[in-house]
């Protein structure tokens, strides 16, 4: 069974940091690219940024670049996402994706964890 469990989320203060970790298990970590979404009250789900599954590409939303980071571990079977420079409109759930399209397939395995909360007081 696949598991993606997602800590690190809080209240914090405009201009405070956070560090995201997601855990991953039941699945092959090193073939799946791993994302940050997060998903406000009342708004669409969002891309936050991703990770190739080699750890050597990143992307991120310009709402966000220059400000959080992304990052994994293979040996932990973890990703992380450092935040910084928080202000309210980063206050979000924060979900954990992982991704994999099946070589020669036309099949995307994508999982997703449960969500941490993140508040940011203005």
């Known amino acids: 069974q696949v598991r993606l469990v997602e800590s690190g989320g809080g209240l914090v203060d405009t201009g405070g940091s956070l560090t995201l970790s997601c855990r991953a298990s039941?699945?092959?970590?090193?073939?799946?690219?791993m994302s940050w979404y997060r998903q406000a009250p009342g708004q669409r789900r969002e891309f936050v940024a991703r990770?190739?599954?080699?750890?050597?590409?990143?992307n991120y939303a310009l709402s966000v670049r220059d400000r959080f980071t992304i990052s994994r571990d293979n040996s932990q079977s973890a990703v992380y996402l450092q935040m910084s420079s928080l202000n309210p409109d980063d206050t979000a759930v924060y979900y954990c994706n992982a991704r994999w399209t099946v070589p020669l397939t036309s099949r995307t395995n994508d999982y997703w964890g449960q969500g941490t909360q993140v508040t940011v007081s203005a």
């Open positions: 990770v190739s599954a080699a750890g050597d590409e990143t």
């Open positions: 039941g699945l092959p970590f090193t073939k799946y690219a």
